[in-house]
């Protein structure tokens, strides 16, 4: 979502607020702006599109001050462009916004009545208003700030910064995530860590309905009663999440070569590889007492879940309720007391991950979730956490993140097969052997990428794309329609195989490329059948299997992905290095912006 930056400082600030919002690209935007004061005077520079814009914006005007805030924002009420760019102004009044204000229309028909004008089409724009029109009234800022707060409805993070003083800066956290970040005779705000790395390395992440005051002298933090409140400080690993991308041309390809090697790092943390057993990981599930698991998840996570289904029910006989989150919040699930929740989150502050995390707090059940930033909300909300060590993912579409969710997925089921007794050592240590492989065999399929990309190239030319694929691949041919869509804007369907018959079959022609993923297994012949129905009525199949499938197709001359022979059981994680490629050279031919795809955000964080 939306990236928020904000500094008390003692050097000008523009052009560290406008480095600091370039570490949150990764999040999704459209458009950005700065706000500094100098001299009493409260000035802006905003441009729509990428920071490049706001940065030659600035170096034809420069914008002085020690004193501001910025961000990069994500269109949600009002096209993106210049006037909708934060900060918006309101009189002496400056604010910058991420979430939505639910309110905004009651608020922005009483403030029209008292004669505000509204500018732009954003819900921001009413806080400005708000804050302006208490410090009318006679409130002193940080009061006027607190006033205007216990208006608003929705989520959101804010800063607020007032023309009359150059040593304050009001942030609010409701929802989106907010830190605060501690210097010496310098404060900072920023909507993570990674934004504030170059500055500290000390920070303090407000709690949902925190309020804060910043001088440069130090911060005082409040609830929505007004009391004050204590949050802990504490050291951030973020400096580490320094990132660029080295020789590769996009992010997104840098993250999928990581992968043999974060994948390595997630397995070790979980699996023994020398005694080949599961570690006795601190766990906040009892998988020999539960009887159900239900797992909520969003857009990539919520398939790394549906694969982590197939694993737990199989190898653990474990029951698994799997939702995407937006519906598990609305839909008022009956909880088990002797059942258990799982979220999965890249990011950790993903709003209806978040919610429905709460629900199952409510319920009294125990709460674990996968998440790579460790002291992300979800994080903290949670009864313990099973992290992935990807480090930082950069591009939007997620990649290594995906592979390291599904490496836990498949080393918990162990854990849980063993602890509930439908796997014997000797079986979960075969399992575990065929873990072990994975990294080797993640490399290998890398080699693939010449051919990948030839096939790319004639992909980038269609406008209609098919996946199928049966058992544990049905969910990888959602994944792969999915990365498509994200980065080269092709539409693309992911099926179960066998529902082929069951209306897509009607789209097949020949103008239609059908990705079919089919590692030769227990059920490839029927997958096989699927694939002739697609040939028989022209359709240009693409086949990624292994060599025995590719011998047993029997289906003239098609398109096909040769990889090297995975056992069934990590099939998932391995074969998901040539749908990302494939959709990754696909975007490339396109000339698409593959790390910043158009509409797209990283981190979720409004519904």
Known sequence: MCGIVGIVGQKPVAPLIVDALKRLEYRGYDSAGVATIEGGRLDRRRAEGKLVNLEHCIQASPLPGKIGIGHTRWATHGVPNETNAHPHFSGD????HNGIIENFVELRDELAADGYAFYSQTDT?????????ELKNGLEPEKAAFAALKRLQGAFALAIMFRNDDNLIVGARNGPPLAVGHGTGEM???????????????ITYLEDGDWVVLRRSGVSIFNMDGKPVERKMQQSSATAFMVDKGNHRHFMEKEIHEQPEVISHTLAHYVDF???TVKNFESPIDFARIDRLSISACGTAYLAGLIGKYWFERYARLPVDIDIASEFRYREMPISKNSAAMFVSQSGETADTLASLRYCKNEGVPIASIVNVRDSTIARESNGIFPTLAGPEIGVASTKAFTCQLSIFASLAVRAGLDRGTLTKDQASTLIRELSEVPRLVREASKLEDKIEKIARKLSEVRHVLYLGRDTSYPLAMEGALKLKEISYIHAEGYAAGELKHGPIALIDKHMPVIVIAPYDRIFEKTVSNMQEVAARGGQIILITDEEGASRASLGDIETIIMPKVPEFVTPIVYALPIQLLAYHTAVAMGTDVDQPRNLAKSVTVE
């Not at 009044?93 to 910058?96: E, N, R, S």
């Not at 900072?188 to 000390?202: N, Q, V």
């Open 93 to 96: 009044v400056a604010v910058v």
């Open 125 to 133: 724009e009413v806080v400005a208003h708000l804050v302006a029109r």
């Open 188 to 202: 900072y705000l920023g909507s993570d860590a990674i934004a504030l790395a170059p500055f500290t390395d000390s």
């Open 274 to 276: 020398a005694n080949v």
